[in-house]
């Protein structure tokens, strides 16, 4: 995780409207999403700047209309960028030509939607092969590498089948296969569970933290759904009105909301549940005995923290050295709702 | 059309085909065009049948029978065989004045365009057939539409009958309706058979109607040359079309112009060519009453009357 | 209500006017020119003669130099003498048209069971049925050459359509500017009367099937491009996006994601095509098409009714079952089979087919040479084969004259002829001829005021200067009398279409049932070639007004039906759900929720009604009027092209006022209501 990033934007703006370069090069600085929109442009995204590391997982949360989902489609060019750089792997996207930029999507991208996108007269392996299919490998290569994605995913026996003859949770396999099928190292997913049954969400957002620890992709996920996003997130990035609010780690947003707007996401959230002790652990806070590990959720540890007498609980990281220790007092507040 | 043909070739018992095949005419086929009326369409046939037994080809076309010459002009149509003076005097002249069509002769034939009444007419306005009398009658023809003045039903516009000049040119206590074509004069026939309700309408001869609704034309002061453009002519000194149509109007053929070097023969028998009035009346009765088809009307008429036509094809040979 | 008058009050005339205020000063205008009338200098009344220019004249002389001095005409004849080598191949293919490939005419058990295994493969046996059943039909009536005759341009005719009009499309969707110089082109086409079309089409494509398909395509291409359009635009940007993300080229992109996606779309213009080549059957006669409509015209020209009705059901019949083979084929999305299917199972259709062709060609080589003889002089075995290979006219089972005794015993019935005698003497004296001659009386400015307000009234200030512009260009044509005449037929014929289709339409859009079958008996219609029910016509009402006015009505009545229909069907569940939890009794919630919600679709229908009366008026000169129609019949004798497009033109200019005026309302509207 401390390679270069590879994805990194700086200062990233994406404005719609009938000039938006001429605008916003005349713009002056500190204009309110709201001072924009008076001038007669949209901020889809408003100076974000975000890096995310190599396997590491960015979710992107917002409500609808927060510009999220025009985020990430800067980051595939999909959208073209207003103002700002964004780099991929250090190479600065926006300076490829259209056949660098179909090249690299055909190489290093997959993005999974949230209606799924499927071509509805193609049936599933056909899908599921086309990215391979534009690249122009052979319909052999094409066919056994589909069957592979397709028992990944564990839609064997369906390869056949066309998108309307599967449920919801099936096609969305489909689309996750599709965008794993060049083997991508970033995979961008937008909202991909959203259009799902709750019930099905559940088990899709399971199998997809399994694929995630077999595949170690780096990582782009957007949501609405704030459970999600602290469910699956390595960070979290919270926009709204285009403007990225708050940008840490799950534990860190709960414990410290930045933004009244943030805060109103957190205050429902059961901390005890987000919160490991890691993040809770101080260097400076001395502590003895049987180690807790970092990973574990204040939740996880409540049975001890209510019977422990200890001060402060020593901390103990993956790797077996000690990082610091727990306030058992703050551990409990947390517990109990009181932080 | 194996069968047809061979009808055909048995009846005319014909001349040696290698005669017209050694005179140089093209394998193009020659285009004859068909339009709506049948004894137009049969006659195409019959001539079709003709020179098909000579060894040339032959295509139809369906047109429309105004625009068909410009397309003879332009070489696209072949020939025509019914030129009405009446109905396509206009458009002929105006080709010929452009270029690119020949005359080849007129039929045997005198064709009459006029007002005509069925006979049913006559016997409520027994005066009939003098326009005078028609006139006395006018109220005979009152429909709703036409107030106080009596109907008449005049052709289609572009068969150019000035029903209307003539009306105003007689002071007739008459108003002038175009029908839109044939078929909607017999339409109105049709329809007042049943009551014997009289009617007025505009008709010719040759035609199949003469033999459906026997009837007669209206006799209007005879035709004098001039009466279109000279107003002096006719009964009224200040107007034009003072006068009846001309009794003995042609009925011509014509060809594009390159149909004489072409297919030479197939010109020469095109220019022989000459129907009268009874062989006409009689193709068109194949169709509208015997009920044949346009192809067979064509090879029943040339088995009965080969010795008619074989006299035009020897003469080329 | 209250939203019209909102919008109403928005646009801002001249001199910062308000628009109604602009619409109010035009009407009365209009009326106190019309009272003064009697009063008015002649110049005021109707355009002044210095005032016409020479059109005329002009039209011909830049014709003239365009098509032989410039050689137009060569480029267009070099493209015919392609269509024309595809249009004889098919057609020796078809009936065996001795052209190349130089085959034998198809026997027509082959092409009647090929065609019944296809209607299968698509839609079940009900289709199978239909469409076997139809070219059984076609044989046994002895119409089998015309209608092969017929097909040999469709198949031809349509394809090209679809192709050149998806090609359009695509650009159109491509491009914004070509889209927008794209689309009035289209609408001219669609207006301009069918007179207008006879003489360029005969001049620079050559009389015959060539003519014919090109006139064929030029009404069938508009449908074909706007769908095409449509279509691509809606494909869901998800799966765009999924395209570009899967790394497509641009080609790629249009090829494998666009195209496809777009099908259902695509595949409705197709549908449309086929229908307006079959609505253009009998027309295009007049310049080159072989086949059913010729032989319907020359029926109706000996008043040979039957035979003419027996011909416009097998067109009609055709109509339908390449109208519902497409349509199968839109909504049959490929199947897939358990791995492991054999061969000839997988393509069961194509074994089928291929072994029919062998055994009824088998067949027919049996009897190839032989003469048709009667059943007792060949035997019964004998002359069944060779009725498998050819219906001769002597064997074939047509009933033209039993029909034709029918009905013309129906039309001349005292019951029929006094209702229909009534209304024709009501309609007419009480109605038409008053109205016509109203208009007549009104001045040409009073009348150009009149339009221009409505068209400020319904689209805003640009459609009002558009249509003020178009009319006076109408009146300084000079066929001022005659354009006044037309527009009364259209505009009766539409707002008779509109009292009798809409409450059709209401009726109709109750149950599923009720709609399914209303929208069959439309597509009947307007396929159901018009001239075979314009001599009943006559016979009943005469060569009068109300007989071209009822000859309109039954193309305007289709598009009313089938848009109110699908306005009303189209309102979402939960308003009119809302509405009955309101209490609304069902007049209420027809008038308050779903009449204002479907008015923008009801508004295309409308255009399209005016669109389709403005074609039929000038088409109904076959019964006889005294409009603009008439007078285009005229430069038909002695071939006058720029007379016949000045009068062509004023039809169109007239038209597309109306066109921009409404479309320009009925997307207003749908803005105003977020449907856009």
């Known amino acids: 995780m401390s390679d270069a990033p590879v994805i990194s934007a700086h200062n990233v703006w994406k404005l719609f409207g009938t000039d938006p370069e001429g605008y916003l090069a005349k713009m002056p600085q500190g204009r309110s999403y709201s001072d924009i929109q008076a001038d007669g442009y949209i901020a889809g995204v408003k100076d974000v700047s975000v890096e995310v590391a190599k396997g590491e997982m960015l979710v992107i949360m917002g409500l609808s209309g927060s510009g999220k989902s025009t985020l990430v489609r800067c980051f595939s060019r999909l959208h073209e960028i207003t103002g700002g750089t964004i780099e991929v792997d250090g190479q600065d996207i926006m300076a490829l030509n259209e056949k660098q930029l179909i090249e690299m999507r055909r190489s290093k991208m997959g993005m999974v939607f949230q209606s799924f996108g499927l071509l509805p007269h193609r049936t599933v392996l056909e899908n599921i092969a086309f990215p391979l299919e534009m690249r122009g490998q052979d319909k052999h290569d094409r066919r056994e590498r589909a069957l592979e994605v397709i028992k990944l995913v564990g839609l064997d026996g369906r390869e056949d089948y066309f998108p309307r003859e599967l449920s919801g949770g099936q096609q969305q396999r489909v689309g996750i296969a599709r965008s794993l099928a060049i083997e991508p190292d970033i995979w961008f997913l937008d909202e991909p569970f959203s259009a799902l049954d709750p019930l099905i969400r559940r088990e899709m957002q399971d199998e997809f933290l399994r694929l995630q620890a077999m595949l170690n992709k780096t990582i782009v996920f957007i949501t609405h759904d704030f459970d999600e996003a602290l469910r699956l997130a390595d960070r979290i990035a919270i926009m709204k009105d285009g403007a990225v609010e708050q940008c840490d780690t799950p534990d860190k947003i709960v414990l410290n909301p930045a933004t009244p707007y943030v805060a109103k996401f957190t205050e429902e959230i059961d901390k005890a549940r987000v919160v490991h002790a890691g993040t809770l652990a101080r260097p400076d806070l001395a502590a003895n005995g049987d180690p807790i590990p970092a990973g574990t959720t204040i939740h996880e540890l409540a049975r001890q923290l209510v019977d422990d007498d200890r001060e402060a609980l020593p901390v103990v990281s993956k790797d077996g050295v000690i990082i610091g220790g727990l306030d058992r007092r703050q551990a409990l507040d947390i517990l109990l709702g009181a932080a | ?317 | 209500m209250a939203l019209a008058d909102q919008d109403q009050s928005t646009p801002v005339g001249p001199a910062g006017l308000s628009g109604s205020r602009v619409v109010q000063a035009l009407l009365v205008a209009a009326i106190i020119l019309t009272v003064l009338r009697p009063w008015l200098p002649d110049g005021l009344v109707r355009a002044p003669e210095w005032m016409l220019l020479p059109w005329r004249d002009w039209i011909d002389t830049v014709f003239q130099y365009v098509t032989f001095d410039l050689g137009f005409i060569n480029v267009t004849r070099f493209l015919s003498g392609g269509l024309e080598f595809v249009l004889d191949a098919v057609a020796n293919i078809l009936y065996g048209r001795a052209r190349w490939p130089r085959f034998e005419a198809v026997p027509w058990t082959v092409v009647a069971s090929i065609a019944a295994v296809l209607g299968y493969a698509l839609g079940g046996w009900r289709l199978a049925l239909l469409t076997g059943a139809t070219f059984v039909w076609a044989a046994v009536v002895g119409q089998w050459k015309w209608t092969m005759e017929t097909l040999s341009v469709v198949f031809v005719a349509a394809p090209l359509g679809f192709l050149l009009g998806g090609l359009i499309g695509i650009w159109c969707w491509k491009s914004k500017r070509v889209e927008e110089t794209v689309k009035p082109l289209l609408l001219v086409m669609q207006v301009l009367p069918f007179f207008s079309y006879l003489l360029p089409a005969v001049i620079f494509f050559k009389v015959g099937p060539t003519a014919a398909t090109v006139a064929t395509m030029a009404y069938s291409l508009p449908p074909m491009i706007l769908m095409t359009t449509i279509g691509l635009k809606k494909v869901s940007p998800e799966v765009v996006e999924a395209g570009k993300m899967s790394g497509c080229t641009r080609w790629q992109m249009l090829r494998h994601v666009y195209i496809p996606s777009a099908r259902s779309e695509i595949l409705v213009g197709l549908n449309q095509v086929i229908m307006l080549c079959l609505a253009m059957v009998v027309l295009t006669a007049a310049i080159g098409m072989p086949g059913l409509g010729a032989k319907l015209l020359e029926a109706m020209g000996s008043f040979k009714l039957g035979r003419a009705f027996e011909i416009g059901v097998t067109i009609v019949l055709l109509a339908v079952v390449l109208d519902r083979l497409s349509k199968a084929w839109v909504v049959n999305l490929p199947e897939h089979f358990e791995r492991g299917t054999p061969w000839w199972r997988r393509n069961i259709y194509l074994v089928i087919g291929v072994t029919l062709f062998i055994v009824f060609i088998g067949l027919s080589l049996m009897v190839s040479g032989m003469k048709p003889q009667p059943i007792e002089d060949a035997g019964f075995g004998n002359w069944f084969v060779g009725i498998l290979d050819e219906v001769h006219r002597k064997e074939a089972m047509s009933q033209g004259k039993v029909y034709d005794r029918a009905i013309k015993d129906f039309l001349s019935l005292d019951a029929v002829t006094s209702v229909t005698g009534a209304i024709r003497y009501f309609v007419n004296v009480y109605i038409l001829i008053p109205t016509e001659r109203a208009l007549l009386f009104v001045p040409t400015l009073a009348v150009i005021f009149a339009v221009t307000a409505l068209a400020y009234r319904l689209g805003g200030k640009g459609p009002a200067i558009l249509g003020f512009v178009f009319f006076c260009i109408v009146a300084q044509f000079g066929y001022w009398d005659r354009a006044m005449l037309t527009l009364h037929s259209v505009f009766m014929a539409v707002l008779l279409a509109v009292v009798l289709g809409a409450p059709l339409a209401i009726f109709a859009s109750r149950s599923e049932k009720r709609a399914k079958r209303t929208i069959l008996l439309c597509d009947t219609f307007q396929t159901f070639p018009s001239y075979v029910y314009l001599l009943p016509a006559i016979m009943l009402f005469g060569i009068s007004p109300v007989t071209v006015i009822l000859s309109i009505l039954i193309y305007t009545m289709v598009p009313i039906v089938r848009y109110t229909l699908e306005g009303l069907r189209g309102v979402p569940p939960e308003l009119t759900e809302a509405a009955d939890m309101s209490g609304a009794t069902r007049w209420q919630k027809l008038t308050q929720v779903q009449f204002p919600l479907a008015m923008p679709t009801i508004a295309v229908g409308v255009n399209q009604a005016l669109v389709f009366a403005f074609f039929m008026v000038i088409i109904a000169e076959f019964i006889g009027t005294r409009d603009i129609g008439q007078e285009m019949r005229r430069t038909m004798a002695g071939t006058e092209l720029g007379w016949n497009f000045v009068l062509g033109f004023s039809v169109v200019f007239m038209a597309l006022t109306f066109d921009i005026a409404i479309n320009a309302w009925a997307e207003k509207r749908r803005k105003l209501l977020g449907l856009a």
């Open chain 2, 1 to 317: 059309m194996n069968f047809v043909k061979s009808l055909a070739v048995g009846a005319l018992a014909l001349a040696p085909v290698s005669a017209f095949a050694a005179a140089h005419n093209s394998s193009d086929p020659i285009v004859i065009p068909i339009h709506n009326w049948s004894s137009q369409i049969v006659m195409s046939n019959v001539v079709g049948q003709m020179y098909e037994t000579m060894g040339l080809n032959v295509e139809f076309v369906t047109t429309d029978s105004q625009a068909v010459y410009e397309s003879i002009r332009l070489g696209d149509v072949t020939l025509e065989l019914e030129v009405w003076e009446g109905a396509f005097g206009a458009s002929y002249r105006a080709a010929l004045a452009k270029g690119g069509m020949v005359d080849a002769g007129a039929h045997n034939a005198v064709t009459r365009e006029d007002w005509w009444y069925p006979s049913w007419t006559a016997d409520a306005c027994p005066g009939l057939p003098s326009w005078e009398a028609l006139n006395e009658c006018a109220d005979l023809f009152k429909t709703a539409e036409t107030g106080d003045k009596g109907r008449y039903l005049d052709g289609p516009v572009d068969w150019l009958k000035h029903g209307k000049e003539r009306v105003d040119a007689l002071g007739m206590n008459f108003t002038v309706i175009n029908a839109g074509s044939a078929a909607a004069l017999w339409a109105e026939i049709a329809a007042a058979e049943k009551d014997k309700k009289p009617v007025v309408v505009f008709n010719w001869t040759p035609n199949f109607a003469e033999a459906v609704w026997p009837g007669a034309f209206v006799e209007f002061p005879e035709w004098e040359d001039g009466c279109d453009k000279d107003p002096s002519k006719g009964p009224n000194p200040d107007a034009l079309y003072d006068c009846g149509n001309p009794a003995d109007g042609y009925l011509r053929k014509v060809a594009h112009k390159d149909m004489t070097s072409k297919w030479p023969s197939a010109y020469c028998v095109l220019s022989n060519i000459s129907f009268n009035n009874a062989q006409i009346a009689e193709m068109a009765r194949l169709v509208d009453v015997d009920e044949l088809e346009a192809e067979d009307a064509a090879s029943e008429w040339l088995g009965a009357n080969g010795s008619v036509v074989q006299p035009w094809i020897d003469a080329c040979a």
